[in-house]
């Protein structure tokens, strides 16, 4: 994950870095960071490479909400959080779509679980690039966006997508390990499903992007689970 802490002041950029140092050694997520002491640099220097940008909103020249609006213009799809001393203010975050804010003096324990969620957010709406070795056209790369549901057969795993079925050699449990961070869950032994294309939960049925697939009595729960977390943004 690659993350930019915009904050005037030298104490608590520190602080945040030492936050972010702390929750990710938990976390076990490999991330970058980059500093910015206003959101005049920022926005001078921004290239679409962050995942995640901490905002003091309280900044000179530019506040970190005005800097937010004006990133809105460049990026759409970054997730925003701010932090801040001036909780006033706070609630113009959702004008930008931040996806929380953390009041100063900052404390671990509400940092960590901002970033919680935080992370959950970023991970719903990242695109993970698979590779498929396929049996009839060799490797092709798809977008995990673009996949509507694996299914495992005979040996041998489907990739049903946007651009059509790929076969190729695996379990599915390999896939699965690969998948379920981009919002994927088990409907059965031989199915995992893109939940963005869940329609229907119908008894021992599910409708995927118009397909009708079985759903496993056993896996039922843990199905509506994924999926209201997911509805959710958790």
Known sequence: MNIAVVDD???????????????????????????????VSFLKDYSFSYDFIIFDIDMPQMSGIDTAKELRKKDSNVTIMFVTNMPQYALEGYSVEAVDY????????DFRLKMKKATRYILRNSVKKVTINTTEEGLITVDSSDIYYVESKLHYIYYHTKKGIYKMRAKLTEV???????????SGGSFLINLAYL???DGNEIVIA????????RMKASLMSAFTKYMGGI
Do not use: C, W
């Open 210 to 217: 118009g397909e009708t697939l079985p759903l496993s009595r």
């Open 9 to 39: 002041n030298l104490n608590d950029r520190k602080m945040i870095l030492d936050y972010l140092s702390q929750f990710f050694n938990e976390s076990g997520v490999d991330y970058t960071t980059s500093t910015f002491e206003d959101g």
């Open 102 to 109: 953390v009041l100063k003096p900052l404390s671990y324990p």
């Open 199 to 201: 329609e229907k939960i």
């Open 176 to 186: 699965e390990d690969i998948l379920l961070p981009y919002h994927f869950a088990r």
